[in-house]
């Protein structure tokens, strides 16, 4: 089993904040590591995702050159730090692990989910 602990959301008006993701448990058997978003009503969005080696990187178009995920070279901690922030970005944030991540931009691709984390931008 592995567990995830999302962190870092709040409430910004534009500017930037930084979720962090704590992976424990078996993190040997991790492939890859997903950001997900969902607003009320709608279907689990998907943001980023890195591979736990960090080398490869896939973002949704939308958060392309505004948002970066990346991996804590010691720890087991995926980043996404998000700049010029929307309010279309506001959602409850989820990070994602999955153990043979195929499409990595589909939810059911991953085996385990943290708990969320809240981001408000305002106007």
């Known amino acids: 089993q592995v567990q995830l602990v999302e962190s870092g959301g709040g409430l910004v008006h534009g500017g930037s904040l930084r979720l962090s993701c704590a992976a424990s448990g078996r993190t040997g058997s991790i492939t890859a590591v997903g950001w997900f978003r969902q607003t009320p009503g709608k279907e689990r969005e998907f943001v980023a995702a890195i591979t736990w080696s960090g080398g490869r990187t896939v973002y949704q178009d939308s958060v392309k050159g505004r948002f970066t995920i990346s991996r804590g070279s010691t720890s087991n901690t995926v980043y996404l730090q998000m700049n010029s922030l929307k309010p279309e970005d506001t959602a409850v944030y989820y990070c994602?692990?999955?153990?043979?991540?195929?499409?990595?931009?589909?939810?059911?691709?991953?085996?385990?989910w943290g708990q969320g984390t809240q981001v408000t931008v305002s106007s």
């Open positions: 994602a692990a999955g153990r043979s991540v195929v499409l990595v931009v589909a939810p059911h691709s991953y085996n385990y």
